[in-house]
């Protein structure tokens, strides 16, 4: 989609050009994203994960359930057990979004497409809204076809929720608006690094690497890392037990937020400075 649109004023005529708007770079971005098969297979894989793996995961601890010591029947959390598999399916997440964009630096496809928007700033926001809102979309989906079917599994071995207990509702919801921020941040992660694997490894660190280290420190360090972490913050939002040193899910979320809001900038930044 070009930054101005060409509209045929008849033979011997002067082509006339209509600047583009957002909306029509928004839909060059879904037709982009649409057109790829990894969109297919990173989404298929998160539904899969998100579904089958928590589902799997439900029904193996609600059996284990009557074992369990009493520390962890105190601190039971059906909703998130349901929710498990998202932790995994949210790489999916991560991949892709750092693919959406990074791939057009490997493909050179980016030259192309800067020439089409040189409002740089405005391609790479059209690219954030297009996959934060199918990951909103999917990540809903899946986060309450999880919940009914984990719950289903507990039925009868444990005790379960409902959406109407307190703090249900929230992290149902909360762990799709944990996966759309991720969304954003990826594709600023992709945009900011530029080569794939590099966004890749960055990513994998930021969810699952660094957060594994830090449990070897000591308390007084782990601790407040724990607290604070971006993902690990806002990751609160799917779980309605808040154990000790970490935030509530909405602080929690917001910090996260604050994170994928510094990271952006920094993308948004390099973005005009660097060439393509």
């Known amino acids: 989609m070009s930054d101005a649109t060409i509209a045929r004023t008849g033979p011997g005529q002067r082509a006339a050009f209509r600047p583009a708007t957002f909306g029509d770079v ?87 497409s800067l020439i089409a928007v040189p409002k740089r700033g405005r391609m790479l926001a059209a690219k954030s809204v297009v996959f934060a809102a199918v990951t909103f979309v999917v990540g809903e989906v899946v986060s309450f076809a999880a919940f009914f079917v984990g719950q289903a599994l507990i039925s009868g071995h444990a005790p379960h929720a409902t959406l109407g207990d307190p703090g249900v509702a929230r992290a149902v919801v909360g762990a799709g608006l944990y996966l759309t921020a991720l969304a954003v941040l990826s594709v600023a ?26 449990q070897a420190l000591p308390d007084s360090w782990r601790n407040p890392v724990n607290e604070f972490w971006p993902t690990q913050a806002g990751g609160q939002m799917a779980s309605v037990y808040i154990p000790a040193h970490t935030l509530q899910p909405w602080p929690g979320f917001g910090v996260m937020c604050l994170f994928v809001a510094i990271v952006y900038a920094a993308a948004w930044t390099l973005l005009d400075r660097r060439d393509a």
């Open 26 to 112: 928004l839909r060059s971005e879904w037709t982009k994203l649409r057109s790829v098969r990894s969109t297919f297979w990173a989404l298929t894989v998160t539904v899969v994960l998100g579904i089958g793996l928590g589902a799997a995961i439900s029904a193996l601890t609600a059996h284990g359930y009557a074992r369990s010591s009493v520390s962890a029947k105190l601190s039971w959390d059906p909703t998130n057990i349901s929710l498990s598999g998202m932790v995994i399916a949210q790489l999916a997440i991560a991949v892709l979004g750092v693919l959406c964009i990074s791939s057009e630096y490997s493909s050179g496809m980016i030259r192309t």
């Open 189 to 214: 992660a992709g945009s900011l690094l530029r080569h794939p694997a590099a966004a890749i490894a960055s990513m994998v660190g930021v969810l699952f690497v660094l957060p594994g280290i830090v």
